[in-house]
């Protein structure tokens, strides 16, 4: 079969027989266009991906998961850090506060100096990214009445956090803190396979109901308004601003001495909400981010209630993406069936950069679309693409010296194979030299053999006859009888067409001669 663009030529018929071997291959044309077949198929697809993408997004293949992993963080290294809206900051527990005020877990005093101060600097509210889930010894019980009384002053103000495990069981702050603080929402963040957070759940539900997490927790209390009003999905990617201290973040020890020093204070709290956590080394478990790989959990939080504060929370149309995909694969595909070689990578590197900025620029303005499945799409559709055109090359070529190696050269051959286009279907209007012959006084010599030594005869006569029109590159167009009918000057255009028959005609009159004696 020939392919070429919606046409389809195909050799309908030849006609073989003992002695006549006929080359007058009749081609017949039709259309075949799967275009509307196709196209129908591609928008059933695209409409079952509406209903069925959001769960195939979530594809449990490993490989999958890698490449959308690292597609993510790649993302953010192109998209770099961002500017956060500065009305959330850490304060931070880090070494240099611990170094001179003690570890918090032994010195809750010193939590509740650190709320007072936060609050005398001007904070809107306080979220607490630390769980006091354990009574302090008998000899520190006056540091736990102590910040009882100072979340009790400041219980419409304050945050506190809850965990819980992987079978749902809780790990809640002691009664005599929780019972004073109403607002508190849960601090667990959700791991992606390779051990990054790049996801968080807003919500979660048991027989007790709905609890927010601490981000949306402290936005809602800031915000006084329900938690649910405040985000519009049960879980989102989180979009990071940047790699660590990308948020203002303060030492504890700083906010402290500020207060006790005002004319040296220098920290403006004044109507931000404040998360408090800790970040020395080896007090608290880092996570990995995006942008890198030890990031303490505090600042995760905070980026989230940054995010729902400034209205930034990632959008996933992810039903929109689908169908965005499908409609430009589809596009690509139809495009390129019409294009060379050539022209397809051309087409295909272009559409590959336009839409890796598209993709980059989407996520930049917050729009977090699952495109990996776009650029697998275009991968296969190359793929696909030069298989196909290899394999339909291929039964090109084959078919090519399968019609035309018994009637042409070698090498004539070879070039038909390597252009195609030489052949002109439907016929060609030109100016060959047509050579005939026959066997001298056949009928005589046929009436004294047997028939298989006559077959045997002309088998040998026309094999040697026809390797000389092979050496001339001309084409044997029939054998009729012991008759020969060869011509030159086509299907490869020949300007000495009529020399090559002449030097043809001797040279197969030399080779019967040189073979007479053989043949008697």
Not at 375 to 392: G, I
């Amino acid at each position: 079969f020939f392919f070429k663009q919606k046409t389809a030529y195909e050799i309908v018929s030849r006609d073989w027989s003992s002695d006549v071997c006929s080359s007058d291959l009749r081609v017949s044309a039709f259309p075949r266009s799967f275009l509307g077949k196709e196209l129908g198929g591609f928008v059933l697809l695209a409409v079952l991906g509406i209903y069925f993408f959001p769960l195939a997004s979530q594809s449990p293949f490993p490989v999958k998961q890698k490449l959308q992993y690292s597609l993510t963080d790649l993302k953010f290294k192109w998209r770099g850090p961002q500017n956060p809206s500065g009305d959330v900051v850490v304060v931070a527990f880090d070494d240099k506060s611990i170094a001179s005020l003690g570890k918090w877990k032994s010195n809750r005093q010193t939590v509740a100096l650190l709320m007072d101060s936060l609050i005398k600097l001007g904070a809107k509210n306080i979220a607490l990214d630390i769980l006091f889930s354990e009574p302090e010894p008998e000899s520190q019980s006056r540091a736990d009445r102590l910040l009882q009384a100072t979340f009790k002053k400041y219980h419409s103000q304050l945050t506190l956090a809850w965990a819980f495990d992987s079978d749902g069981n809780k790990t809640l702050n002691l009664p005599l803190f929780s019972h004073e603080v109403p607002t508190q929402g849960f601090i667990n963040a959700t791991k992606d396979a390779d051990g990054v957070i790049r996801r968080i759940s807003y919500h979660f539900t048991d027989r007790e109901g709905n609890h927010p997490s601490l981000a949306l927790a402290a936005i809602s209390q800031r915000l006084q308004r329900p938690s649910e009003s405040l985000v519009s999905t049960s879980q989102s990617s989180i979009n990071f601003y940047g790699p660590t201290g990308t948020l203002p973040t303060y030492s504890a020890l700083d906010i402290i001495l500020a207060v006790e020093d005002s004319s040296k204070n220098t920290i403006d709290l004044k109507n931000k909400t404040v998360f408090v956590g800790v970040t020395a080394m080896g007090e608290v478990d880092q996570v990995a981010t995006p942008f890198e790989s030890s990031v303490p959990g505090v600042e995760v939080q905070a980026t989230i209630a940054d995010r729902i504060l400034s209205n930034t929370v990632p959008k996933e149309p992810l039903r929109l993406g689908w169908v965005l995909i499908m409609v430009l694969s589809f596009g690509l595909w139809a495009f390129g069936k019409r294009l060379s070689n050539s022209q397809l990578a051309l087409m295909y590197g272009g559409a590959l950069i336009l839409f890796s900025g598209l993709d980059g620029l989407a996520f930049k303005l917050n729009y977090h679309f699952d495109t990996l499945l776009f650029y697998l799409n275009a991968f296969f559709l190359v793929l696909s693409t030069y298989a196909q055109r290899y394999l339909q090359d291929y039964r090109q070529k084959t078919f090519l010296r399968s019609a035309f190696s018994k009637y042409l050269p070698p090498d004539v051959v070879s070039t038909l194979v390597a252009n195609p286009d030489a052949l002109t279907l439907g016929g060609e209007k030109k100016e060959i030299t047509i050579l005939f012959c026959d066997i001298r006084q056949f009928t005589q010599i046929s009436e004294k053999l047997e028939p298989a030594e006559l077959n045997q005869l002309l088998n040998e006569v026309f094999t040697l006859l026809t390797e000389v029109i092979f050496q001339f590159q001309g084409t044997v167009d029939k054998y009729i009888g012991d008759a020969m009918m060869a011509f030159f000057g086509a299907p490869l255009n020949q300007p000495d067409h009529a020399l090559r028959a002449c030097q043809a005609a001797l040279e197969m009159r030399n080779a019967i001669h040189k073979k007479t004696k053989e043949f008697k």
